[in-house]
């Protein structure tokens, strides 16, 4: 596995990144195609890994930044495609998304987790401020958020 960070460009990286969203996060509980497109998503910044190892690259996980308020954004729709899982993918995509945020002076990035991903935002410094809402009826999500330093990019360069 070698992985690259790219934002979609292209129409066929468009198709790739939301297919790999659809795949994991709408149709194992039924939904349809198109539901995996979130309002906010024309004005995000999407990011996605890929695995540069195969021609073409495979899109081993996605995530996208949404601007809500001056100082905050918030991190939608992350996925990792199975076969990646538990290989640092997602701290990969998560790190892209804060480098971002940090760039742009984002001090504050909160999220909605999946309780199966809980454990995965407090590793990387998120703090779970509690429930927030029952997705398709069974998926309980928590809210959590996390301050970003905006000088932590400085210091690497």
Not at 104 to 125: D, K, P, S, V
């Amino acid at each position: 596995m070698k992985l690259a960070l790219a934002q979609p460009s292209t129409e066929s990286d468009f198709e790739r990144y939301y297919d790999l969203r659809y795949r994991v996060l709408r149709a194992p509980w039924g939904e349809p195609r198109g539901s995996e497109r979130i309002d906010g998503d024309d004005a995000g910044y999407h990011l996605m890994a890929l695995d540069t190892a195969w021609e073409p690259a495979t899109v081993a996980g996605v995530g996208c930044l949404i601007f809500t308020a001056p100082g905050e954004a918030r991190i939608r729709s992350m996925a990792v495609d199975p076969n990646y899982q538990g290989r640092g993918v997602g701290r990969f995509v998560m790190r892209g998304l804060e480098d971002e945020a940090a760039l742009l002076g984002i001090t504050t990035i909160t999220l909605q987790a999946r309780e199966n991903a809980l454990e995965f935002y407090l590793h990387l410094g998120y703090q779970n401020l509690g429930k927030s809402f029952i997705m398709f009826g069974s998926i309980q999500h928590y809210l959590m958020t996390k301050p970003i330093n905006t000088k932590r990019l400085h210091a690497n360069t």
